[in-house]
């Protein structure tokens, strides 16, 4: 573990050591006097080193990896990026939540950590980018921070949050929202998410120990691929993340009358699958019909009762729309239920919609970590532009708890969730350059904040 006290005595052996005599080397150490904060860089070679390191726990096939929350390659990767931790001077402890935590001091104790990270865990034949580029760049920019002997007011901890993919699972239980329900899924590693948390340490029946405050901490920073094209398309290096989307799900019905497909005329049918490709094309065109980068998204679809030779009755069918708006989602869903409202007239069937539990609501970022993020990539000579999140991140919880800001990086021909990923080394590094110097300036006070 890296504290103050350590550096303060080792300050003072330097300085003994070169005033004696004969020992020009350790002047020499001398003159390499700490180095000035906006000058550190993260080493390249180290983070593409030890994303192919991490790559080895739980890699399949195809050259990604399946390390599933909960694993026993989840448990060995983390038991991996445990020791980096340690490695780079951290204090390393697993929260109830199965949450790592490194955490070093700061030279204020009165000051609230700054935290950044993300997740090693993946979805099934996953790839070697998702998550991991956040926390090995993290463990990065501590260590440079030790090895340069630059010392932050702030106390910084580097987060690996648990099971991200099956849920968030370690965010939630940070913001106090991990329920009973939740614990008792069967995960993707075969475990139900409670012994599946105690399997990485954590302790189930004492979450509300993983629990966080808001104030508790100064600001959250998620450094991630992409997963998207934008930034490898335009050749941007850094993507400054708005927001990340709020999603709403619908199941949708759609009711006809089967019937006998060579007795009944075409004219009078009421053919709920006729009907349902209308609305295909409907979702299409209302999504588009306005300005903006809102998706919206037909998943699914089966017909009633599914024969070549019987007109579909019934046809169940979805609607997904993200958006950073949830205004906007309600206002195209108002479109698209009008327009259905039409289609139903036209084909003699009928639509029901039934809005599912599992929305999610849009988070943005902190205003003023965005222009922190920006000022650190021009100053870094890297180009940046302003979007959104279309996929979910711990981000989204944190936001609830502290300013938050996210960082992309590109991800070649905009792939994830597959072992087609990729990152560049030097798409990683200039990421993990730009977390660093973020972390810095909110270090000095860049929020504007009087703390
Ligand atoms: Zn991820």
């Not at 037909?298 to 069918?317: C, D, K, M």
């Not at 206002?331 to 036209?346: P, V």
Request: glycine share 12%; aromatic share 4%.
């Amino acid at each position: 573990m890296r504290s103050p006290s350590l550096r303060r005595t080792l300050g003072v052996a330097v300085v003994v050591a070169a005033a004696l005599p004969g020992t020009g080397v350790r002047c020499g150490l001398l003159a390499a006097q700490p180095a000035q904060p906006d000058e550190l860089r993260v080493d390249a070679e180290r983070i593409e080193r030890r994303i192919l390191e991490l790559s080895a726990f739980g890699r399949n096939l195809e050259g990604g990896v399946s390390r599933v929350a909960f694993s026993e390659a989840d448990v060995a990767g983390r038991a991996y990026v445990m020791e980096l931790m340690r490695e780079a001077g951290l204090d390393v402890t697993v929260d109830a939540a199965g949450n790592i935590i490194g955490r070093l001091e700061g030279t204020d104790p009165s000051l609230p950590p700054i935290v950044f990270g993300s997740h090693i865990d993946s979805v099934p034949f996953g790839g070697n980018y998702d998550g991991d580029v956040g926390v090995i760049a993290a463990i990065e920019c501590a260590q440079v921070l030790a090895e340069s002997d630059v010392w932050t007011r702030h106390p910084l901890e580097v987060v690996v949050f648990s099971d991200e993919e099956g849920g968030l699972t370690g965010s939630r239980a940070m913001i106090g929202e991990l329920g009973e329900a939740a614990l008792g899924e069967t995960t993707h590693s075969g475990l139900r998410r409670a012994d599946g948390i105690r399997a990485i340490g954590g302790e189930p029946e004492r979450l509300e120990e993983a629990k966080r405050e808001p104030g508790e901490i100064a600001a959250f920073l998620e450094l991630h691929i992409e997963q998207g094209a934008l930034l490898y398309d335009e050749g941007i290096d850094i993507g400054v993340v708005e927001g990340i989307v709020g999603i709403e799900w619908w199941d949708v019905t759609i009711d006809g009358v089967a019937n006998h497909a060579g007795t009944t005329p075409m004219k009078g049918r009421s053919d709920a699958l006729l009907a349902a490709a209308r609305y295909i094309q409907a979702v299409n065109e209302a999504v588009t019909s306005v300005p903006g980068r809102q998706v919206g998204t037909v998943g699914l679809i089966s017909a009633e009762p599914g024969a070549h030779n019987v007109i579909p009755g019934r046809v169940r069918t979805s609607l997904e729309i993200r958006d950073l708006s949830r205004e906007k989602i309600w206002m195209l869903f108002d479109q698209i239920k009008a327009r259905t409202d039409e289609i139903a007239e036209e084909t003699g069937t009928t639509f029901t919609f039934t809005l599912l539990d599992v929305s999610s609501v849009p988070a943005m970022t902190d205003e003023r970590i965005r222009q922190i993020i920006a000022g650190a990539a021009d100053e870094l000579g890297l180009a940046w532009k302003s979007m959104p999140s279309g996929a979910g991140h711990d981000a989204q919880d944190m936001a609830r708890l502290a300013p938050t800001g996210m960082i992309f990086v590109p991800s070649r021909g905009g792939i994830s969730h597959s072992p087609e990923e990729f990152t560049s080394r030097q798409d990683m590094a200039n990421g993990a350059n730009v977390l660093l110097q973020t972390v810095l300036r909110i270090d000095r006070g860049a929020l504007g904040s009087p703390r």
